[in-house]
């Protein structure tokens, strides 16, 4: 059971509700008018009452109210408790006649209560330092005040005149609610904000205030000592008060201290209060220094004592004004410091929302502002936007920490070279953007250049020897009408670059955009022809070296638009590639192929050979697909071989792994795979020991030709590749076989089979059908 728990069982805290404290205080109201029509001993018993119910009322109030600083609230409860004993014991002093015995000790246990009550008022005020301070600064002035119209019209005039022992007796209660008045201006000056509570505090210690400055005028005057009917009900209330501040359910919220004094709360009339209390102790004195004169009862002691009391409170006023000055600075200086911060904070946003975290170089959002600006001012100036070839293939290989290191590297390279000819910006992933200042993108060119050299150079992370190159795109920003034109056309022209083979850089135009729009329609055309007879598929033979007969057929796709001409695969399968189109595209012409084959295949044991897309083997489902393909064609497994790209198979990506699975699936059922245009991709031979394939395809770009290079050299070049298939256990495909020589040289040089116009060209399946049938053997046999 926790503390708190504890407490609720044993004080409910519905005995006390929100308006128990109202009940009390108008309860008590009839109790006091009637106590002062009774007699003395009565009345003291009536007092002792009200007190003993103002100590209940404040035990309650804690148990019910739970404050968190519960110490004033036992003090106020002990005072109460004092003042209940010592009118209890007056009262039977009074049954019983005549004064009582312990006089001065229920006297001693009556002004208990004034300090009880005086320390409950203090600790309610406390505990913080610097309006600690204020408040003892402002309860000591309005104390010297206080005191200054004690002396000229209480202590002076009355009990002065008086015998010394009533006079010393009589002084004891001015004291004491001195003291009293003192603790209650430092509470209110020094509360963090005065609560309903503390209001019937202050107004309790006011109504006794004034009860005991009665009392001792009335007895001056030498009215009978129990006191006047007034002073007999303020007593009564003071008691009333106290309880029901304890009662109200704001004892609770007890927020201690102000950070500044209340001189900061209410301008205005604190400012017209102390030039009060200023006035006041001088007009006073004055009065008194006229007024004893003027009786010839002048002793230094009436002038020393409220000259005192009025010097006391100027100095007192001096330090309040000078600690709330010192105050006001430090919040000056705090606020200052807070606005620093503020602008610092401000500045550290702006950085890091026109900034790419990465690099630390401007943003895609910070370069569109300076194009913007650039083109408001019609400057000259050229967009170049840099993208890494093959960025992604390091990010999936070697993970993204490597990937990052690399990025470093190449802004640090691109800042190197750009220098001050421009602003270096990154756009995210690989892609960054340089604005180049002066002149159009013509006078880019070396800059362009420059670029694509530095990023060629390989880059050592974690003793990894990375290569890569870059595309460019570049756009003029002198013809543009604004920025989003520039950096689309400059993205334009990065894409065209990407597509002619990366590793260059090409300027925007507006072919490049009529190209585009052109790629969308071809994209809605094809969408439209596939699935119809719009899909044709080609065959081209391919001839093998030692038999010379034909041995496998290559499926090339056409598509001819009704009316139209045939449209080769070069004008649309980029576009195909991208759209997605591609997946249904390519299982058209596989399941046509399959079909057509079929039928060569059982007569001729010719093989057909079928071109993969990476999209289609990044499909789940591309294996089963091929196996349906083959079983609804009734072709044997044996029967196909599969042309992917050398990019298809290298890296660590999910994609290639996906691949891979797929092509080693399909190699068990008896499938074949061929690497395509090898040579020309990544040339990374490591792989092919580890990957599922069977046949190299080398580039037609590297047949030897008079008219492109050095013959030798591509001999040369070619046996290499031979050399390394039949090392691997591969076969060796050569394409683009144009002539005579270059099959002559093929043979000698030991490649297995050979591909090209010389052999015969890609043509329909019928066509095809009948050149199988003459069972003509290839040219160069013959
Ligand atoms: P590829 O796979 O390298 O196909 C060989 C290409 O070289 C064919 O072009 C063929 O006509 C051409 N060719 C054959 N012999 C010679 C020659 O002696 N000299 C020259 N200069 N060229 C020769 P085609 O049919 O225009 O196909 C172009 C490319 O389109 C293919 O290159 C292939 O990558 C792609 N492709 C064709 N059909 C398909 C398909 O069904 N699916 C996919 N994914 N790609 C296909
Ligand atoms: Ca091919
Ligand atoms: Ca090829």
Not at 558 to 587: K, M, N, Q, Y
């Amino acid at each position: 059971m926790t503390a708190q728990q504890h407490d609720r069982v044993a004080y409910p805290a519905a005995r006390v509700g929100t308006r128990t404290w109202r009940w009390f205080l108008l309860g008590g109201i009839p109790v006091v008018i009637a106590g002062i029509l009774l007699g003395p001993a009565a009345q003291e018993a009536v007092y002792a009452a009200f007190g003993a119910a103002a100590a209940v009322a404040v035990v309650a109030g804690i148990r019910a109210h739970r404050p968190a600083r519960t110490l004033p609230w036992w003090l106020l409860a002990a005072g109460m408790a004092c003042g209940a004993l010592s009118n209890l014991a007056w009262s039977a002093a009074l049954v019983l006649g005549g004064p009582p015995a312990g006089l001065n000790v229920i006297n001693a246990v009556y002004y208990g209560m004034y300090l009880l009550v005086a320390a409950a008022l203090a600790v309610l005020a406390g505990p913080g330092r610097s309006s600690a301070l204020a408040g003892a600064a402002e309860a000591g002035i309005v104390a010297c005040t206080a005191a200054v119209l004690a002396w000229v019209f209480l202590i002076d005039p009355v009990l002065r005149s008086r015998d010394a022992i009533t006079g010393g007796f009589a002084l004891v209660y001015p004291v004491l609610d001195l003291i009293l008045l003192t603790m209650a201006v430092r509470l209110a000056v020094a509360a963090a904000s005065l609560t309903r509570t503390h209001l019937l505090m202050l107004f309790g210690t006011g109504v006794l205030v004034l009860a005991d400055v009665g009392y001792v005028l009335w007895v001056a005057a030498g009215g009978p000592w129990s006191g006047s009917g007034g002073s007999a009900a303020c007593w009564m209330l003071f008691y009333l008060l106290v309880g029901a501040a304890a009662l109200h359910p704001a004892m609770a919220t007890d927020r201690g201290a102000a950070p500044i004094g209340g001189y900061l709360r209410s301008p205005r009339l604190t400012t017209a209060a102390k030039a009060l209390i200023v006035l006041v102790g001088p007009a006073a004195t004055a009065y008194a220094f006229w007024r004893d004169l003027h009786r010839q009862d002048f002793d230094l002691l009436d002038i020393t004592v409220p000259l005192g009391a009025a010097a006391a409170t100027g100095v007192l006023l001096v330090l309040r004004l000078s600690h709330t000055s010192t105050l006001v600075n430090r919040r000056a200086t705090d606020l200052q410091a807070a606005l620093d911060d503020q602008a610092a904070l401000q500045e550290q946003m702006t950085h890091l929302a026109l900034h790419d975290a990465l690099t630390g170089l401007p943003n895609r959002l910070h370069l569109d502002r300076l194009v913007q600006a650039a083109l408001s001012t019609g400057d000259a100036g050229c967009l170049l936007m840099v993208d890494l070839d093959g960025f992604q293939h390091v990010n999936d290989s070697f993970g993204h920490p490597t990937g990052d290191a690399l990025l470093t590297e190449a802004a640090r390279r691109l800042r190197e070279v750009i220098g001050r000819a421009g602003t270096l910006a990154r756009f995210g992933g690989d892609e960054f953007a340089v604005l180049l200042h002066d002149g159009d993108c013509l006078a880019a060119e070396p800059h362009a250049r420059a670029i694509l050299r530095t990023l060629r150079q390989p880059v050592e992370v974690d003793g990894q020897r990375l290569h890569v190159t870059a595309s460019i795109g570049m756009r003029d920003l002198a013809t543009a009408a604004d920025s989003a034109e520039v950096l689309s056309d400059a993205d334009l022209a990065l894409y065209a670059a990407k597509a002619a083979g990366k590793d260059r850089v090409i300027a925007y135009d507006v072919t490049l955009r009529e190209n585009q729009l052109k790629r969308i329609a071809v994209v809605d055309r094809l969408r439209g022809a596939i699935g119809t007879d719009a899909i044709q598929v080609y065959y081209q033979p391919i001839v093998s070296f030692s038999t010379g007969r034909f041995t496998a057929v290559e499926a090339l796709v056409r598509w001819v638009p009704p009316g139209e001409a045939t449209i080769g695969p070069d004008a649309f399968i980029p576009a195909a590639e991208d759209s997605g189109l591609i997946v249904p595209l390519g299982e058209q012409v596989l399941r046509q192929a399959c079909r057509d084959a079929a039928v060569w295949y059982r007569r001729y044991g010719t093989l057909l050979t079928v071109n993969v897309s990476p999209r289609q083997l990044s499909e789940a489902d591309f294996a089963a697909r091929v196996m349906r393909a083959l079983h609804d064609a009734d072709l044997p497994a044996a029967a196909l071989i599969l042309e992917i790209t050398e990019g298809v198979l290298v890296g660590a990506g999910a994609q290639a792994e996906q691949s891979i699975a797929h092509l080693s699936e399909l190699r068990r059922f008896g499938v074949q795979v061929a690497v395509d245009d090898f040579g020309t991709g990544y040339s990374s031979l490591a792989y092919l020991r580890d990957l599922p394939i069977d046949i190299l395809k080398i580039d037609r770009s590297f047949m030897p030709d008079e008219a492109t290079g050095d013959p030798a050299q591509q001999v040369a070049l070619v046996r290499t590749i031979v050399d390394l298939a039949h090392t691997l256990r591969l076969t060796a495909v050569a394409e683009g076989v144009e002539t005579m020589e270059q099959t002559a040289v093929l043979q000698t040089l030991g490649c297995d089979k050979g591909q090209g116009f010389h052999y015969g060209r890609p043509a329909p399946a019928a066509k095809t059908a009948d050149v199988l049938a003459e069972g003509v053997t290839a040219p160069a046999a013959r």
